[in-house]
Structures are given as structure tokens and as C-alpha cells.
């Protein structure tokens, strides 16, 4: 049986396709290397009257700050902030041109900077053709999309959030773990030296002769007793000797 589609219906399709298809202001998103000494400039241009928004911030290297400047077409800096981690600069244009903003690590000798950033011109368009110039009221359907696209704009700067949150939190996990692993490496060497240091100072100087021992800076032999015999030997009373100074008084004859 056919029956009658509400208007309503019929039209979804329609205002999901314009909801998919809303434009976003003109502008750029980008990541870069900054390497230490370093200054990178780029250049955008943005027509009078029109506003303008950069946001960044640095995602690795050092103490995570950039100096960050812009200039008008006409030389003159309309934003400076030095040793910054992150910022939001907003801007409307009072003359055209091709404006300038830069990002310097020359203050830094050897960290390189990772740097985000994203420059956006305009406003957003409205979702739908006629919504600027409607005198009626939007229909449940128009409200609802409306709605939805300002959510889902939310959930993108949610994620872009935390994406840079994540690749921040990821390199200084992966820093940590590099010194943790140099500093296991050279205790365990240390270890080893120390260990080897003793069992050659136990071993070698029996059969090599006390003269060698001397020679590598190890105390003499004679040093393990506290007793040694002389005329006021009946006046002394020795010191308790242990299994190690038993075994060497044996096999050296001292």
C-alpha cells in the first residue's frame, strides 16, 4: 500500500548532505619541526574587515615554549608573547594584505620544538543557503541539524585537544624511559667494574706479589692485621681474625 511521506521525512537526506558539506573559514592546520636557532615565518592574506584567529602550541623539545609574533601587511606587530607553550590570538583586519606571523627558537642552543598550529580567516558559513537572510522561523528538522553541527564542531576540538594532549604526554613518556634505560645501562656497568675491581684485588695480588698490588694502588697485605709481632708483642693483644685473613695468612706465609 503507498502512502504519503511526511515533508519532513522527505527532506533529511537533503539537510544531512548540506550538514556533511558545511564549509569550515578559510585557513591552515599544521605541525612542524622548529630546530634550535631557527625562525619559520608563513604568510596568509586576509581581506580588511575580515577576522582572524591563530592558535598553536608546542607538542615536544625542551621546556615546551616558542616566542611567537605577528605583523600586518604593513609592518606593523600586532602580536608578541615570548617563551610560550600555548595561546589564542584573535584579530580583526584593518587593512589587506598578506599578513605575517612567526614562530622563533633562536633563544634554544639544542632543543628542537615540535610546533602545532592552526590559522583559520572568516567566519563559518551558515549550514544552509538561506539562513542568513530568513525572516521565518527554522523548522524541528533545520533546528535539529543546527544542533547536531555545532555539536559535532565541539567534538573536533575535543579531539584535536586531546590528540595534542596525547602526542605531549607520549614524547615525554618516551623521553623518561630513554634516561631510565641510559641510567640502568651505566649502573650496570658500574656494577660490573666494582665487581671486577674487588675480585681482582681478592685473587691477583696472592700469586703476582705484593710489589704489583702496590703498583695498581691496592693496600698492602701486611694492612689486613692489626697485630704484628714486636718487642712489645707481649703488651698487644691481636685483632680477631676472619676466614679471608686466615686463607691468606696461608697461602702467603705472612
Known amino acids: 500500500m503507498g502512502g504519503v511521506v511526511p515533508r519532513s521525512v522527505s527532506a533529511l537526506p537533503l539537510l544531512l548532505l548540506l550538514l556533511l558539506?558545511?564549509?569550515?573559514?578559510r585557513g591552515a592546520e599544521l605541525t612542524f619541526e622548529l630546530p634550535d636557532n631557527a625562525k619559520q615565518c608563513f604568510h596568509e592574506e586576509v581581506e580588511q574587515g575580515v577576522?582572524?584567529?591563530?592558535?598553536y602550541q608546542v607538542i615536544t623539545g625542551g621546556h615546551y615554549d616558542v616566542d611567537c609574533f605577528m605583523k600586518d601587511p604593513l609592518g606593523n606587530t600586532i602580536y608578541s608573547e615570548t617563551k610560550k607553550q600555548y595561546d589564542s590570538f584573535t584579530h580583526k583586519?584593518?587593512?589587506k594584505g598578506v599578513y605575517q606571523f612567526c614562530f622563533s627558537n633562536e633563544f634554544s642552543?639544542?632543543?628542537h620544538k615540535t610546533v602545532y598550529f592552526d590559522f583559520q580567516v572568516g567566519d563559518e558559513p551558515p549550514i544552509l543557503p538561506d539562513m542568513g537572510n530568513r525572516v521565518t522561523a527554522l523548522t524541528q528538522m533545520e533546528s535539529a541539524c543546527v544542533t547536531i553541527h555545532e555539536a559535532l564542531k565541539t567534538v573536533i576540538d575535543s579531539q584535536k585537544h586531546y590528540r595534542?594532549?596525547?602526542?605531549q604526554d607520549r614524547a615525554r613518556a618516551e623521553d623518561l624511559n630513554s634516561r631510565v634505560s641510559y641510567w640502568s645501562i651505566g649502573e650496570t656497568i658500574a656494577l660490573f667494574v666494582v665487581s671486577f675491581s674487588q675480585l681482582i684485588w681478592l685473587l691477583c695480588p696472592l700469586p703476582c706479589g705484593e710489589d704489583w698490588a702496590l703498583s695498581l694502588g691496592f693496600p698492602p697485605l701486611s694492612s689486613l692485621y692489626l697485630w704484628k709481632p714486636g718487642p712489645e708483642a707481649a703488651l698487644q693483644k691481636p685483632h680477631p681474625r676472619g676466614a679471608l685473613e686466615s686463607a691468606l695468612e696461608a697461602r702467603t706465609g705472612w
Do not use: C, M, N
Not at 595534542?164 to 602526542?167: C, P, T, Y
Open 21 to 25: 558539506q558545511a564549509e569550515r573559514p
Open 93 to 95: 583586519a584593518e587593512v
Open 109 to 111: 642552543t639544542f632543543s
Open 51 to 55: 577576522k582572524f584567529s591563530l592558535d
Open 164 to 167: 595534542l594532549r596525547e602526542a
